[in-house]
Protein backbone atom coordinates (compact mmCIF):
# COMPACT_ATOMS: atom_id res chain seq x y z
CA UNK A 1 0.00 0.00 0.00
CA UNK A 2 1.46 3.04 -1.39
CA UNK A 3 2.32 5.82 2.10
CA UNK A 4 -0.17 8.90 2.38
CA UNK A 5 1.14 11.82 1.99
CA UNK A 6 0.69 15.29 3.26
CA UNK A 7 -1.04 15.79 -0.18
CA UNK A 8 -3.03 13.22 0.25
CA UNK A 9 -4.64 14.31 3.68
CA UNK A 10 -4.67 17.82 1.58
CA UNK A 11 -6.94 16.48 -1.26
CA UNK A 12 -9.06 14.98 1.58
CA UNK A 13 -10.06 18.03 3.41
CA UNK A 14 -9.69 20.71 0.24
CA UNK A 15 -7.23 22.90 1.45
CA UNK A 16 -3.18 22.94 0.30
CA UNK A 17 -0.45 21.15 1.41
CA UNK A 18 0.69 24.43 3.25
CA UNK A 19 -2.40 23.59 5.98
CA UNK A 20 -1.78 20.13 6.91
CA UNK A 21 1.63 21.14 7.04
CA UNK A 22 1.17 23.98 9.42
CA UNK A 23 -0.99 21.79 11.53
CA UNK A 24 1.40 18.61 11.25
CA UNK A 25 4.06 20.70 12.55
CA UNK A 26 2.60 23.34 14.91
CA UNK A 27 3.59 26.36 12.87
CA UNK A 28 1.87 28.68 11.14
CA UNK A 29 -2.09 29.53 11.31
CA UNK A 30 -4.99 27.62 10.56
CA UNK A 31 -8.66 28.42 11.30
CA UNK A 32 -10.13 25.79 14.31
CA UNK A 33 -12.89 24.38 12.24
CA UNK A 34 -10.39 23.57 8.90
CA UNK A 35 -7.86 22.68 11.35
CA UNK A 36 -10.34 20.22 13.18
CA UNK A 37 -11.00 18.87 9.25
CA UNK A 38 -7.42 18.11 9.15
CA UNK A 39 -6.82 16.20 11.76
CA UNK A 40 -9.76 14.40 11.58
CA UNK A 41 -8.67 13.52 7.70
CA UNK A 42 -5.04 12.18 9.71
CA UNK A 43 -6.85 9.79 11.52
CA UNK A 44 -8.90 8.49 8.63
CA UNK A 45 -6.26 8.20 6.45
CA UNK A 46 -3.66 7.15 9.17
CA UNK A 47 -1.13 9.49 7.66
CA UNK A 48 2.23 9.18 9.03
CA UNK A 49 4.99 11.84 8.61
CA UNK A 50 8.66 10.54 7.06
CA UNK A 51 10.18 11.88 10.56
CA UNK A 52 13.88 11.60 8.38
CA UNK A 53 12.89 13.88 5.84
CA UNK A 54 11.22 16.19 8.24
CA UNK A 55 14.33 16.10 10.55
CA UNK A 56 16.60 17.01 7.40
CA UNK A 57 13.73 19.85 6.14
CA UNK A 58 13.29 21.74 9.24
CA UNK A 59 15.37 20.49 12.05
CA UNK A 60 12.69 18.96 13.72
CA UNK A 61 12.79 15.17 14.55
CA UNK A 62 9.36 14.54 15.39
CA UNK A 63 9.51 13.29 18.88
CA UNK A 64 8.73 14.33 22.10
CA UNK A 65 10.03 12.75 25.63
CA UNK A 66 7.11 12.55 28.43
CA UNK A 67 8.55 11.61 32.22
CA UNK A 68 6.34 11.47 34.79
CA UNK A 69 7.04 9.86 38.25
CA UNK A 70 5.03 6.83 38.53
CA UNK A 71 3.18 4.65 35.45
CA UNK A 72 1.13 2.60 37.77
CA UNK A 73 -0.68 5.14 38.81
CA UNK A 74 -3.80 5.49 37.01
CA UNK A 75 -4.15 9.07 36.40
CA UNK A 76 -0.07 9.29 35.20
CA UNK A 77 -1.56 6.42 32.58
CA UNK A 78 -4.31 7.78 31.40
CA UNK A 79 -2.43 11.36 31.04
CA UNK A 80 0.05 9.63 28.98
CA UNK A 81 -2.78 7.75 26.68
CA UNK A 82 -4.70 10.61 25.99
CA UNK A 83 -1.54 12.76 25.44
CA UNK A 84 -0.47 9.93 22.67
CA UNK A 85 -3.13 9.82 21.48
CA UNK A 86 -3.43 13.90 20.67
CA UNK A 87 0.56 13.74 19.43
CA UNK A 88 -0.12 11.11 16.98
CA UNK A 89 -2.64 13.41 15.37
CA UNK A 90 -0.39 15.85 14.76
CA UNK A 91 2.22 13.69 13.40
CA UNK A 92 4.50 13.33 16.59
CA UNK A 93 5.70 10.59 18.38
CA UNK A 94 6.03 10.68 22.30
CA UNK A 95 8.42 8.65 24.30
CA UNK A 96 7.27 7.74 27.75
CA UNK A 97 9.69 7.54 30.72
CA UNK A 98 8.92 7.68 34.42
CA UNK A 99 11.45 8.89 37.46
CA UNK A 100 10.12 7.07 40.59
CA UNK A 101 9.86 11.06 41.49
CA UNK A 102 14.16 10.42 41.83
CA UNK A 103 15.66 13.85 41.61
CA UNK A 104 18.64 12.80 39.77
CA UNK A 105 16.29 11.48 37.56
CA UNK A 106 14.54 13.85 36.77
CA UNK A 107 17.70 16.46 36.42
CA UNK A 108 18.71 13.59 33.41
CA UNK A 109 15.50 13.73 31.85
CA UNK A 110 15.03 17.49 31.72
CA UNK A 111 18.01 17.59 30.06
CA UNK A 112 17.10 14.56 27.70
CA UNK A 113 19.91 12.15 28.82
CA UNK A 114 19.38 9.26 27.11
CA UNK A 115 17.18 10.26 24.55
CA UNK A 116 17.81 10.83 21.30
CA UNK A 117 17.28 14.52 19.59
CA UNK A 118 14.06 15.44 20.42
CA UNK A 119 11.43 18.77 19.74
CA UNK A 120 10.65 19.50 23.73
CA UNK A 121 10.17 17.50 26.90
CA UNK A 122 6.83 17.18 29.08
CA UNK A 123 8.44 16.37 32.75
CA UNK A 124 5.96 15.90 36.16
CA UNK A 125 8.62 16.40 38.86
CA UNK A 126 8.32 16.00 42.08
CA UNK A 127 11.64 16.83 43.19
CA UNK A 128 13.37 19.58 40.98
CA UNK A 129 14.27 23.11 42.02
CA UNK A 130 15.14 26.38 40.96
CA UNK A 131 18.52 25.73 40.99
CA UNK A 132 18.25 22.36 39.22
CA UNK A 133 16.89 24.31 36.53
CA UNK A 134 19.45 26.89 36.62
CA UNK A 135 21.75 24.11 35.85
CA UNK A 136 20.40 22.58 33.19
CA UNK A 137 21.88 24.55 30.06
CA UNK A 138 20.76 24.19 26.69
CA UNK A 139 18.37 21.08 25.35
CA UNK A 140 15.16 20.48 23.98
CA UNK A 141 12.22 23.03 24.90
CA UNK A 142 10.92 21.95 28.24
CA UNK A 143 7.55 21.93 29.67
CA UNK A 144 6.57 21.13 33.23
CA UNK A 145 2.74 19.45 34.49
CA UNK A 146 1.87 19.00 37.64
CA UNK A 147 1.56 21.15 40.70
CA UNK A 148 4.95 20.89 42.13
CA UNK A 149 6.14 22.65 38.57
CA UNK A 150 3.96 25.49 39.19
CA UNK A 151 6.80 27.87 40.97
CA UNK A 152 9.10 26.75 38.20
CA UNK A 153 8.18 28.88 35.26
CA UNK A 154 11.34 30.82 34.19
CA UNK A 155 13.30 31.86 30.63
CA UNK A 156 12.87 28.74 28.74
CA UNK A 157 10.58 26.76 30.51
CA UNK A 158 6.54 26.60 30.47
CA UNK A 159 4.10 25.11 32.96
CA UNK A 160 0.70 24.03 31.84
CA UNK A 161 -2.08 23.03 34.28
CA UNK A 162 -5.27 24.03 35.82
CA UNK A 163 -5.64 26.14 38.71
CA UNK A 164 -5.73 23.82 41.64
CA UNK A 165 -7.25 25.99 44.10
CA UNK A 166 -10.30 27.43 42.13
CA UNK A 167 -11.21 23.65 41.31
CA UNK A 168 -10.68 22.47 44.83
CA UNK A 169 -12.87 25.00 46.27
CA UNK A 170 -15.58 24.75 43.33
CA UNK A 171 -15.65 20.90 44.84
CA UNK A 172 -15.82 21.90 48.47
CA UNK A 173 -18.92 23.68 47.72
CA UNK A 174 -20.53 21.74 45.55
CA UNK A 175 -20.41 18.86 48.10
CA UNK A 176 -21.80 21.86 50.15
CA UNK A 177 -24.60 22.29 47.80
CA UNK A 178 -25.98 18.91 48.65
CA UNK A 179 -26.24 20.15 52.36
CA UNK A 180 -23.19 18.58 53.37
CA UNK A 181 -21.40 20.56 56.05
CA UNK A 182 -18.96 18.45 57.95
CA UNK A 183 -16.23 17.22 55.00
CA UNK A 184 -13.16 15.56 55.85
CA UNK A 185 -9.94 16.66 53.65
CA UNK A 186 -8.78 13.55 52.69
CA UNK A 187 -5.24 13.99 51.36
CA UNK A 188 -3.78 16.78 53.73
CA UNK A 189 -0.14 16.04 53.70
CA UNK A 190 2.61 17.28 55.99
CA UNK A 191 6.26 15.75 54.40
CA UNK A 192 7.38 15.00 51.22
CA UNK A 193 6.08 16.84 47.40
CA UNK A 194 2.96 17.89 49.11
CA UNK A 195 2.63 20.92 46.18
CA UNK A 196 -0.84 19.40 44.82
CA UNK A 197 -1.99 18.65 48.40
CA UNK A 198 -1.55 22.01 49.44
CA UNK A 199 -3.18 23.74 46.85
CA UNK A 200 -6.18 21.52 47.08
CA UNK A 201 -6.13 21.89 50.81
CA UNK A 202 -5.93 25.35 50.04
CA UNK A 203 -9.19 25.82 48.15
CA UNK A 204 -11.71 22.96 50.41
CA UNK A 205 -10.41 26.08 53.46
CA UNK A 206 -11.47 28.29 51.22
CA UNK A 207 -14.67 27.01 50.26
CA UNK A 208 -15.33 25.97 53.88
CA UNK A 209 -14.63 29.39 55.24
CA UNK A 210 -17.11 30.89 52.56
CA UNK A 211 -19.97 28.77 53.70
CA UNK A 212 -19.75 29.89 57.30
CA UNK A 213 -19.12 26.20 57.80
CA UNK A 214 -16.67 25.20 61.18
CA UNK A 215 -12.74 24.67 60.29
CA UNK A 216 -12.33 21.33 62.20
CA UNK A 217 -9.03 19.93 62.03
CA UNK A 218 -10.23 16.42 63.27
CA UNK A 219 -11.92 16.68 59.52
CA UNK A 220 -8.27 16.99 57.92
CA UNK A 221 -7.27 13.31 56.90
CA UNK A 222 -3.55 13.01 56.73
CA UNK A 223 -1.44 10.58 53.50
CA UNK A 224 1.89 9.69 53.12
CA UNK A 225 0.61 9.34 49.17
CA UNK A 226 -2.09 9.52 46.96
CA UNK A 227 -3.51 6.14 46.39
CA UNK A 228 -6.08 3.44 47.14
CA UNK A 229 -4.11 2.26 50.49
CA UNK A 230 -3.33 5.70 52.00
CA UNK A 231 -7.23 6.50 51.16
CA UNK A 232 -8.06 3.92 52.53
CA UNK A 233 -5.94 3.87 56.03
CA UNK A 234 -7.05 7.52 56.35
CA UNK A 235 -10.68 6.90 56.36
CA UNK A 236 -10.59 4.19 58.87
CA UNK A 237 -8.46 6.26 60.95
CA UNK A 238 -11.25 9.04 61.02
CA UNK A 239 -14.09 6.19 61.37
CA UNK A 240 -11.78 4.88 64.67
CA UNK A 241 -11.30 8.45 66.35
CA UNK A 242 -14.70 8.76 66.20
CA UNK A 243 -15.08 11.32 63.90
CA UNK A 244 -18.76 12.36 62.35
CA UNK A 245 -18.28 13.40 58.58
CA UNK A 246 -21.53 13.77 56.10
CA UNK A 247 -19.02 13.65 52.98
CA UNK A 248 -15.40 12.77 51.78
CA UNK A 249 -13.29 15.59 49.65
CA UNK A 250 -10.15 13.06 48.13
CA UNK A 251 -7.64 15.00 46.56
CA UNK A 252 -7.19 12.37 44.31
CA UNK A 253 -9.38 9.76 42.65
CA UNK A 254 -7.05 6.84 43.74
CA UNK A 255 -7.74 8.18 47.66
CA UNK A 256 -11.09 8.55 46.62
CA UNK A 257 -11.35 4.86 45.72
CA UNK A 258 -9.66 3.50 48.88
CA UNK A 259 -11.95 5.57 50.42
CA UNK A 260 -14.90 3.89 49.41
CA UNK A 261 -13.26 0.53 49.82
CA UNK A 262 -13.07 1.68 53.87
CA UNK A 263 -16.53 2.91 53.61
CA UNK A 264 -18.18 -0.47 52.20
CA UNK A 265 -16.31 -2.78 54.86
CA UNK A 266 -17.86 -0.31 57.57
CA UNK A 267 -21.37 -0.24 55.43
CA UNK A 268 -21.46 3.39 55.65
CA UNK A 269 -24.07 3.86 52.79
CA UNK A 270 -22.61 6.41 49.77
CA UNK A 271 -24.41 8.33 48.97
CA UNK A 272 -26.79 8.28 51.60
CA UNK A 273 -24.71 8.84 54.93
CA UNK A 274 -21.85 9.74 53.13
CA UNK A 275 -20.99 11.46 49.82
CA UNK A 276 -17.93 11.21 47.86
CA UNK A 277 -15.82 13.77 46.03
CA UNK A 278 -12.44 12.46 44.05
CA UNK A 279 -10.19 14.64 41.55
CA UNK A 280 -8.57 13.20 38.76
CA UNK A 281 -11.52 12.29 36.32
CA UNK A 282 -9.94 8.44 35.76
CA UNK A 283 -11.50 6.13 33.76
CA UNK A 284 -12.39 4.46 36.46
CA UNK A 285 -14.09 6.34 38.46
CA UNK A 286 -16.85 5.90 35.68
CA UNK A 287 -17.39 2.64 36.14
CA UNK A 288 -17.22 2.31 40.13
CA UNK A 289 -20.29 1.15 42.10
CA UNK A 290 -21.40 3.32 44.40
CA UNK A 291 -20.40 6.51 42.23
CA UNK A 292 -18.52 9.39 43.28
CA UNK A 293 -18.05 12.57 41.87
CA UNK A 294 -14.76 14.04 40.54
CA UNK A 295 -13.09 17.06 39.39
CA UNK A 296 -12.08 16.69 35.58
CA UNK A 297 -8.56 18.31 35.19
CA UNK A 298 -8.73 19.08 31.37
CA UNK A 299 -5.93 16.64 30.37
CA UNK A 300 -7.09 16.71 26.35
CA UNK A 301 -6.77 20.45 26.93
CA UNK A 302 -3.34 20.51 28.83
CA UNK A 303 -2.23 18.35 26.11
CA UNK A 304 -3.58 20.45 23.07
CA UNK A 305 -2.11 22.97 24.88
CA UNK A 306 1.41 21.52 25.92
CA UNK A 307 1.60 20.62 21.67
CA UNK A 308 0.39 24.06 20.34
CA UNK A 309 3.20 25.78 22.82
CA UNK A 310 5.83 23.24 21.69
CA UNK A 311 4.88 23.85 18.23
CA UNK A 312 5.22 28.09 18.34
CA UNK A 313 7.63 29.75 17.58
CA UNK A 314 5.65 32.65 18.75
CA UNK A 315 5.47 31.44 22.82
CA UNK A 316 6.46 33.66 25.41
CA UNK A 317 10.09 32.75 26.76
CA UNK A 318 8.47 31.11 29.87
CA UNK A 319 4.67 31.25 31.35
CA UNK A 320 2.24 29.30 32.93
CA UNK A 321 -0.56 28.00 31.06
CA UNK A 322 -3.97 27.55 32.36
CA UNK A 323 -6.50 25.20 31.36
CA UNK A 324 -9.86 24.93 32.36
CA UNK A 325 -11.07 21.92 34.54
CA UNK A 326 -14.77 20.47 35.26
CA UNK A 327 -16.74 19.35 37.72
CA UNK A 328 -18.24 16.20 36.98
CA UNK A 329 -21.20 15.17 39.11
CA UNK A 330 -22.52 11.32 39.77
Known amino acids: MPRVTLADVAARVGVSAKSVSNVVNGTGWVSEPVKARILAAIDELDYRPNLAARQLRNGRSGLIALVVPDLREPYFA ?19 AQ ?12 SGAGFPALDGIVLSPLQLDAADLAQRGDGPPLILIGEEAETLVGPGVHHVGIDNVSAAAAATTHLIAQGRHRIAAVGVQQTGPSATSRLRFEGY ?6 AGLE ?3 ALFATVADFNRAEGSRAVQRLIDDGVAFDALFCFSDSLALGALYTLGTNGIAVPDQV ?12 FHIPAFSTVNPGVDDAADT ?9 TPPGAHHSVPYEIIAR
Open 275 to 286: AVMGFDGIEEGR
Open 215 to 217: VDP
Open 78 to 96: EFASRFVARAQRRGLTVLI
Open 99 to 110: TNGDRAAERGMM
Open 205 to 210: QEAIAA
Open 306 to 314: ILDVLGSAT
